[in-house]
C-alpha cells in the first residue's frame, strides 16, 4: 500500500503504541526494536502508519520506550540522505523517503514501564482531547484492498460510538487474543455486549477476536483511567471497552483482507513470502525461485 493521503474524516488522530519489548522476536528485538523488523523493503510499523494515513489520520501519536529511537529516526527528515540522493540524481527513492516523513504529523510519548496496552494509551491521551481516536497495534498487519481502518472510521461517522477491529480465529488460538461476545447486526457488523482478554478456550464467548485496530471515543478513555490491572497484572483496553460496551452501544467490525501477526516469527515469514510475492520489482524471480525449492513430502 503506497500512501495516498484520504482527507477530512471526523477521526483525524491515531495512537501506535510501540513500547514492547518483542520478547517473541528475540534475540532479532534485543537492540532493536521489533517495530523495524522488515516485511520486503519497509520496517512493520510503516505499513500501519501507511494504513493510517490512507484512512485520513492526519496526526500519529507514537507510544515508544527505551530503546526505540529509530523509529522516531525513520519518521524524521534525514537530511544528510537525502542531500545525497539529490545530488546523485536518485529522485525515486527521494520521493519516497520525503512521503515518510510528510505523510503525517508525528508526536512522540514515552511508556516508562509496561503495564498493558491500556496504559500504553493512557500515556498518550492528554495529546487526544474531546475527539476519537484510532488505535492500531504494530504486530496486527492487514492486507486489504481498502485499509480496514478506514472502513472502521465510516462505522464511527454512522454510529457516533466506538467500533472494534475483529476477526474469527481457531479455538486453539482463542487464549492470544480478547475475545467478543456480540449481536450480529448485519454482514461483518456486530453490536458488543461483553469482551473477555485472553481467555481459555472453555470461557471464550466466541470466536470472535479482538485485532489491533479500534475507533475509540472520549468516553473509553475517561473509563480506561479507572479501569484497574486484569490480567496478567496490565491494564487492559479490552477491560476498559467491556465496562464502556455494558451500558452503551459499541460495535465491531469483522474485517475483510488477510492478517498477518507479524510479531511473530512464523507469521512475518509467511507475510515475507505473501508480500515477496507480490513485488512489482522482484516478485516474479522470487515465485521462479520458490518453485525451484525442492520439497520433501
Ligand atoms: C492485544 C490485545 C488483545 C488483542 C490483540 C490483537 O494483545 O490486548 O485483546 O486481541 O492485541 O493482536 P497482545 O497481542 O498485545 O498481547
Same mark, same amino acid.
Do not use: F
Given at each position: 500500500m503506497a500512501i495516498h493521503k484520504k482527507t477530512s474524516r471526523s477521526v483525524r488522530k491515531a495512537i501506535i503504541p510501540a513500547a514492547g519489548l518483542g520478547t517473541r522476536f528475540l534475540p532479532a528485538t534485543k537492540a532493536s526494536p521489533?517495530?523495524? $523488523?522488515?516485511l520486503v523493503d519497509k520496517p512493520l510499523i510503516q505499513y500501519v502508519v501507511e494504513e493510517a494515513v490512507a484512512s485520513g489520520i492526519e496526526e500519529i501519536i507514537i507510544v515508544t520506550g527505551r530503546g526505540k529511537r529509530a523509529i522516531e529516526d525513520h519518521f524524521d527528515v534525514s537530511f544528510e540522505l537525502e542531500e545525497t540522493l539529490k545530488n546523485s540524481g536518485k529522485n525515486k527513492i527521494l520521493e519516497q523517503l520525503r512521503g515518510i516523513s510528510n505523510s503525517a504529523k508525528f508526536c512522540y510519548v514515552r511508556q516508562?514501564?509496561? $503495564?498493558?496496552l491500556g496504559h500504553a494509551i493512557l500515556c498518550a491521551a492528554h495529546l487526544i482531547g474531546d475527539e476519537p481516536v484510532a488505535v492500531l497495534l504494530g504486530d496486527d498487519l492487514i492486507d486489504s484492498e481498502t485499509p480496514v481502518l478506514s472502513k472502521m472510521i465510516d462505522l464511527y461517522e454512522r454510529f457516533k460510538a466506538p467500533v472494534i477491529g475483529a476477526h474469527r480465529v481457531s479455538m486453539d488460538d482463542i487464549h492470544q487474543y480478547g475475545v467478543i461476545s456480540g449481536e450480529p447486526l448485519e454482514k461483518r457488523l456486530f453490536r458488543v455486549s461483553d469482551l473477555i482478554e485472553k481467555p481459555a478456550p472453555h470461557e471464550a464467548p466466541s470466536d470472535i477476536a479482538v485485532i489491533g485496530r479500534y475507533i475509540l471515543t472520549p468516553e473509553v478513555l475517561k473509563i480506561l483511567k479507572k479501569t484497574k490491572p486484569g490480567k496478567n497484572g496490565e491494564i487492559q483496553l479490552t477491560d476498559g471497552l467491556k465496562t464502556f460496551a455494558r451500558s452503551a452501544p459499541c460495535y465491531a467490525y469483522e474485517i475483510e483482507g488477510k492478517r498477518y501477526d507479524a510479531g511473530d516469527k512464523l507469521g512475518l515469514l509467511k507475510a515475507t513470502v505473501e508480500f515477496g510475492l507480490k513485488n512489482p520489482e522482484f516478485g516474479k524471480q522470487f515465485e521462479d525461485f520458490l518453485k525451484s525449492l525442492q520439497f520433501h513430502q
Open positions: 521489533k517495530e523495524m $523488523l522488515v516508562p514501564q509496561a $503495564l498493558g
